[in-house]
């Protein structure tokens, strides 16, 4: 049977962005959301994840692109003069990849956000890693031996099908990882060609042609525009987003693709449920 996973990243980020989440999952088909623990609009995020109760809420571990939970004087070789994260993803993964100091400070930082997520008191659904950089070996390597002490289970897997060949060694090594860690992932991932520009109608085209097995479809949504959606998502359509993600054109063609909504947590029920039955 085909299932789905409908995945908000960037939350916290902003309030728009939040406001957002929250609509999509009251009265559309987000299931499912990623923290970014460290940015401005997190603690917003936290109460609104409470005030639902039923959106599955992950950790978006962000090592690029955003600020550090940790003060940026204790992550000096992962920030740059304006305290924040590189913008650029290979410059910081080579960094991550052969400065010892640079690793050590991964070890940190990344723990940090675990412990501030374990602080917020909710249920904790998945792990992913902003701009999917846990395709890095070296991230990889820590979310997985640091996410243990947490209790993580899920993790995504940013397979998009018939996606780039000069990412499929990565993938191949990911999937392989996690499977040998016995975390619960997604068999598919869209969104990857097309992010932030996940509108109404490119929604509906891909779910005509969704794949068997468990597919995550992940989203940037905001309500409306800000100076902090645009510096860190720039040219995304992220209202457009949100409008696919509460529109009834697509609930029916999720009805019609025979998908089953989901989420990490459910996955993750129902494989201990197997589990059980197989041992009895």
Known sequence: MRKLIVTADDFGLDVAVNEAVEEAHRRGVLTTAGLMVGAPAAQDAVERARRLGTLEVGLHVTLVRGRPVLPPAEVPDLVDRNGEFHWNLVRAGVAFFF?????????????????????????????????????????????LEIGRDYG???????????GSWALAPW????????R???????????????????DTARLIELLGRLPDG?????????????????????????????????????????????AELTSFRRLRLHQEEQERCCVH
Do not use: K
């Open 180 to 198: 040998g860690a016995g975390m619960v992932t997604n068999d598919w991932v869209l969104g990857l060609e097309h992010s932030g520009a996940m």
């Open 99 to 143: 400065l010892p100091a640079a690793r050590r400070q991964l070890e940190r930082e990344i723990r940090a956000q675990f412990e501030a997520f374990a602080r917020t008191g909710l249920e904790p659904g998945h792990v992913d890693v902003h701009n999917h950089m846990h395709l890095h070996p070296t991230i990889l390597a820590l979310v």
């Open 152 to 162: 993580m289970r899920s993790m995504r897997l940013p397979a998009e099908p018939g």
């Open 171 to 178: 993938l191949a090594l990911l999937r392989r990882r996690l």
């Open 214 to 258: 468990v597919t995550e479809i992940y989203f940037h949504p905001a309500t409306r525009p800000s100076p902090a959606i645009e510096q860190a998502l720039p040219g995304y359509r992220c209202r457009a987003e949100y409008e696919a993600l509460v529109s009834e054109e697509v609930r029916r063609a999720i009805e019609i693709a025979g």
